[in-house]
């Protein structure tokens, strides 16, 4: 297969060309969303909300079929229901903020793989789950083209108050910071980026594109603002990658996506020469240096 | 220019936190260019009587003047120094990062840095003495550094009045005679330190005056008349904190 047939060929397709912009465009604001992810250690909490979208995607399916708004709104319920409905029971009862998010994800998620089993469609199951590159339509991609500029315009325009939050949120409020909009606008954001990105990514594996490239970039840099263009640069390099091997390999295209950012993630780990676990090895497992 | 006029004023200032009181109608000047140790057991309102210095503290009773203004008009003047341990030090951050940080108030989010933001940057780790390590990670610090780093970003930030939350918490006795050597040189250029602090005899070691809560207030004035035998007693051992006179540098 000659280098034209490998790269240029698949995007003669139009889906294709739908599906590799949609990913790039999220590929963008995920490793920008991703950086606050992982250094605000929401991480896990970042999975859970993902998973907890899918009744509200199923229920506006069957209210409203494939409507691209539709779906969008109804994840975007969902994930906003779990976010305030976690943070309502650690506040009312003794269950700590984890266990409520944990309790709430699995009983959302396994109420949308109940809805979607029983859809009246010939939608199945593993596109939610995995994403399906054949099903970004027009709409789609103008979707997640609209989060992601607005995604990178929040961040150019608040990097400040982004950055005094995520390091030192009470710093950030001495000096007149308002903490809870800031973080109230990431939740957001977040969930927004994450419906965008169901179609391409599946709702199981949308959060591979937000954290994979940030904590790959966490591994390799010092400066918060090079970790997020890193972070920026490893998601595209990885969207495009990602959507050839899913042309190529036959492969879901939220699982190829995954898997391309997964190996430079597990490179990181391995190669980084500061933070790296060659490095820790070699310096005989000594442990970092604590205040 | 050393006046002694009272840079803070408190008048009657209580705060509460759903039914719980955690200060009770305090009552206090602070005079200008000096050290002020703010002391108590844990819950006595150290902490809540900073807070409530810089505004975010809605209070239930009374009224708070920084100088001659309202906290939240006041904000640029006074500077605060969280506890060390509130920040994840590998965060993706220099030295020099932090310390810029102590320009974002005055800068709003979008003006860049200028040269005058710079130079004061500059002074900041130049006066705290880490100047040379301004191009490293954070993580990559002493304990003793790592306050250092805080203290240069309140300096850079170029107010006169400093608020610290608990700073001998997890030093070394190393690093807490170095803090005590800074707090001395500030308060002689004239800046007013506030700091709630633990440990007592570090308390009369290092500041000129002293209050001592209990969430109302039993004592404040020269360091050592606020210690006393008496005030001590009242402060600490009744009820709630039975231990907490001794020489217990770690905090809550």
């Known amino acids: 297969m000659s280098l034209h047939d490998f790269i240029i060929v698949p995007f003669s397709y139009e889906f ?33 909300l993902s998973h907890s979208l899918l009744p509200g995607i199923a229920v506006a399916w069957l209210l ?20 305030i409905g976690s943070a309502l029971l ?15 994800f699995v009983l ?53 108050s982004i950055l005094l939050e995520t390091f030192d949120p009470v710093f950030h409020r001495a000096t007149g910071g308002k903490g809870g909009l800031v973080h109230m606008s ?8 994450l419906v965008a990105a169901m179609q391409t990514m599946g709702v199981v594996l949308a959060l ?24 920026v640069g490893i998601a595209l390099a990885g969207s495009v990658s990602g959507i050839l091997l899913s042309f190529h390999a036959g492969l879901a295209s939220g699982a190829s996506i995954v898997l391309c950012l997964g190996a430079v993630f597990l490179g990181s780990v391995v190669l980084s020469p500061k933070y790296g676990a060659v490095t820790a090895l070699r310096r005989g497992l000594a442990p970092r240096r604590h205040p | 220019m050393l006046t002694r006029e009272n840079i803070l004023q408190f008048r009657g200032v209580t705060v509460r936190y759903g039914r719980l009181t955690a200060l009770d109608s305090i009552t206090l000047d602070i005079p200008c260019g000096e050290s002020t140790a703010v002391l108590g057991g844990n819950g006595a309102g150290k902490s809540t009587l900073l807070r409530s210095i810089l505004g975010w503290q809605p209070l239930a009773a009374g009224e708070i003047r920084v100088g001659d203004s309202h906290p939240h008009h006041a904000r640029p003047r006074v500077a605060y120094v969280p506890q060390r341990h509130v920040v994840d030090w590998d965060f993706p951050i220099t030295v020099r990062g932090v310390v810029e940080q102590g320009r974002y108030p005055s800068l709003g989010p979008f003006r860049r840095l200028s040269e005058a933001d710079q130079e004061l940057v500059n002074g900041a780790l130049d006066e ?40 001998f918490a997890g030093l070394d006795l190393f690093g807490a005679e170095e803090l005590v050597h800074i707090l001395k040189n500030w ?32 004592a404040s004035g020269p360091i050592a008349e606020v210690l006393s035998e008496a005030n001590v007693d009242r402060a600490f051992r009744q009820g709630r904190c039975v231990h907490g006179a001794g020489h217990e540098g770690h905090h809550a």
């Not at chain 1, 939610?128 to 325009?157: C, E, H, K, Q, W």
């Not at chain 1, 954290?211 to 790959?216: C, D, H, Q």
């Open chain 1, 16 to 48: 294709m060309r739908r599906g590799l912009v949609s990913a790039m465009f999220l590929g963008v604001s995920g490793g920008l969303l991703g950086c606050i992810l992982v250094l605000r250690r929401m991480a896990l909490m970042g999975d859970a």
């Open chain 1, 64 to 83: 409203f079929g494939t409507s691209t708004t539709a779906l969008f709104f109804g994840g975007l319920v969902a994930g906003l229901l779990t976010a």
């Open chain 1, 90 to 104: 650690s506040r009312l009862t003794r269950v700590k903020e984890d266990a409520a998010f944990g309790s709430l």
């Open chain 1, 108 to 160: 959302f998620f396994g109420a949308g793989v109940a809805l979607i089993s029983k859809l009246p469609t010939r939608v199945n199951l593993a596109d939610f789950l995995f994403g399906n590159v054949l099903g970004v339509s027009p709409s789609d991609m103008r979707l997640a083209m609209v989060v992601s500029i607005g995604t990178a315009a929040v961040f150019v325009l608040f990097h400040r």
């Open chain 1, 186 to 193: 990431f939740l957001t954001l977040t969930v927004l980026n």
């Open chain 1, 208 to 231: 591979g594109l937000f954290l994979l490239p940030a904590v790959s970039a966490y591994l390799w840099c010092d400066r918060f603002r090079s970790m997020l263009l890193l972070s």
């Open chain 2, 128 to 167: 705290l003495g880490i100047a040379d390590l301004a191009a490293r990670q954070i993580r990559m610090l002493s304990g003793g550094q790592q306050q250092r780093v805080f203290l240069a970003r309140a300096v850079a930030q170029g107010g006169d009045i400093f608020l610290l939350d608990e700073p």
């Open chain 2, 187 to 218: 308060e002689k250029q004239g800046r007013t330190v506030l700091a709630a602090v633990h440990d007592l005899a570090l308390a009369r070691a290092c500041f000129t005056r002293g209050i001592l809560l209990d969430t109302s207030l039993v």
